[in-house]
């Protein structure tokens, strides 16, 4: 469909985090992935909640990994899948990076 391969790949926001097993499932993390096969760096991003109100500090986490990475020169493409807390921009608290763990979303979210 395009003439040129995009440098990058952004699906997204989606409604709801996408976590463990829940990834299989996903349109979002799914369209990702079609750009890491094709070999273009891919984000899956998604606002962890169900009420949905901070769309925009999705965006701009989104916004602020595009141009972190942007910068760097890979030689592999690579697919990162980020949940973004429902709450504003501002209060943030960083990153944390994790591999995909194992959880399927009929299982309840224990909290230590």
């Known amino acids: 469909m395009l003439d040129t391969q995009p440098d990058m790949v952004i699906s997204g926001i989606n409604a709801g985090a996408n976590m463990g097993d829940d990834t299989i499932y996903s349109g979002t993390v799914a369209a990702a992935t079609e750009g890491f ?6 984000i899956a991003v998604s606002l962890a909640s169900r009420e949905l109100a901070h769309y925009d500090t999705a965006a701009r986490v989104v916004a602020d990994l595009v141009r972190q990475f942007e910068k760097r020169t890979h030689s592999l493409p690579w697919l990162l899948n980020v949940n973004v807390p429902d709450v504003p921009y501002e209060q943030l608290q960083g990153r944390e ?3 995909l ?3 399927h979303k009929a299982e309840p979210v224990v909290k230590g």
Not at 37 to 42: C, D, E, R, T
Request: aromatic fraction near 0%.
């Open 37 to 42: 096969l094709l070999g273009i760096p891919a």
């Open 97 to 99: 990076v994790t591999r």
């Open 101 to 103: 763990g194992k959880r």
